[in-house]
């Protein structure tokens, strides 16, 4: 089945096709385009996503994206047309959703009539954001009998949660952050310290001159007997320490040990809970998972206790319609009922 994706959640326009095959049991798919158009260079200046912005960015980018798109479709292998348009319809910034969706009807009136609008959920296309591929003809991860039960980490600027996946659909958020999401604190902490937006790369670049144990940064929430996260109290320790120190703390300190502080924090309360429930595999997900020190901790941590570790490629982690085709394509099979039948309601 050949999808086209539409993704304008935040600050980053972005189109995508991509071929999908299989049920629940299997899941597969071939990303045959993905276009994305980032606005980091205008949003830059002011330190975050200004809305009104970016609404005007996804209105200039979208037809652009579209027609650079149609020229591909003819080099598409299948000859079958787009059976589903799947659309992200939230979370994310209101003006910038209703671009998308309306652009999402209106090439689908226009360009494919018979192609059936899928409303995705983002939170959704990091979750399966997994599934794609990340050599060519590689299996369904999901298709190994010892895949489930799971324990994803959600890490990315708007959310940080921790999800447990009985299959594919059966899904309990488990855990969430009560303030700021671990990618916003990247972000507000980068500021602190002069760097640019987005601050996640920023911080991850200067942390690897610094000493992650420089500073004894807290670790809040971490004892708690709970799966839920906190960064605020931590954001406010880095600018405390940064009142007190003027002129006297290398900025690479500060980052690397700031880093390891929610490094330790999200890899302490994944394996927690993948213990807890008997997981037999551990997902990574979301803009933060970028992250090259988050990723190798992660991997040898749960190697070492034998629990399959999984992550998208980089391409995958940050917003971009791909995965909002794979999401789409899942909400697809759950409201046709595709068989084997899966339990679960997909909602977290
Ligand atoms: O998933 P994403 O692209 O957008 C949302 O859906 O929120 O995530 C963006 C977030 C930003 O806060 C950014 O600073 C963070 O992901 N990020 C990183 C890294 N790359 C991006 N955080 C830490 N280390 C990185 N390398």
């Known amino acids: 089945m050949r999808i086209l994706a539409v993704e304008t959640s935040c600050d980053e326009t972005s189109l995508a096709l991509v071929e999908a095959e299989g049920g629940f049991d299997a899941p597969k798919f071939d990303v045959r385009e993905l276009l994305i158009s980032s606005q980091i260079e205008t949003h830059r200046p002011w330190g975050g996503v200004v809305p009104n912005l970016a609404k005007r960015g996804h209105a200039e980018s979208l037809p652009k994206l579209f027609t650079a798109l149609a020229e591909s ?56 954001s997994f599934l794609l591929p990340q050599k060519e003809n590689s299996e369904s991860p999901v298709s190994n009998s010892e895949f489930f039960p799971a324990v994803q980490l959600l890490v990315s600027g708007g959310n940080t949660m921790l999800i447990l996946m009985r299959s594919l659909v059966d899904l309990e958020k488990i855990g969430e952050t009560l ?16 760097l640019f937006y987005p601050g996640g790369p920023e911080i991850e670049r200067i942390a690897a001159l610094g000493k992650p144990d420089a500073i004894a940064f807290p670790r809040p929430m971490l004892q708690k007997k709970n ?122």
């Open 227 to 348: 799966y839920d996260f906190s960064f605020s109290g931590l954001k406010t320790a880095v600018r405390y320490h940064l009142e007190k120190n003027v002129g006297r703390c290398r900025p690479e300190d500060i980052a690397a040990s700031f880093q390891k502080a929610v490094l330790d924090i999200l890899i302490t309360k994944t394996l927690r809970a993948a213990e807890e429930y008997d997981a037999k595999s551990v997902i990574l997900s979301g803009g933060v998972a970028c992250n090259a020190a988050l990723q190798i901790a992660m991997q040898l941590e749960t190697e070492s206790r034998n629990i399959s570790f999984f992550s998208a490629d980089k391409k995958f982690q940050g917003d971009n319609a791909a995965m909002i085709a794979a999401a789409g394509y899942i909400t697809h099979l759950q409201n046709k009922k595709y068989p084997p039948a899966a339990n679960g309601s997909l909602k977290i």
């Open 179 to 194: 303030d700021d999401a671990a990618g916003e604190a990247f972000d507000k902490v980068a500021r602190m310290l002069g």
């Open 73 to 128: 479709l003819p080099r598409a292998k299948s000859e079958e047309n787009i059976k589903l348009i799947a659309v992200t319809v939230g979370p994310g910034l209101e003006p910038c959703l209703w671009q998308g969706i309306e652009f999402a009807k209106k090439i689908g009136a226009e360009n494919f009539p018979d192609a059936e609008l899928v409303p995705t959920n983002h939170l959704h296309g990091h979750m399966y």
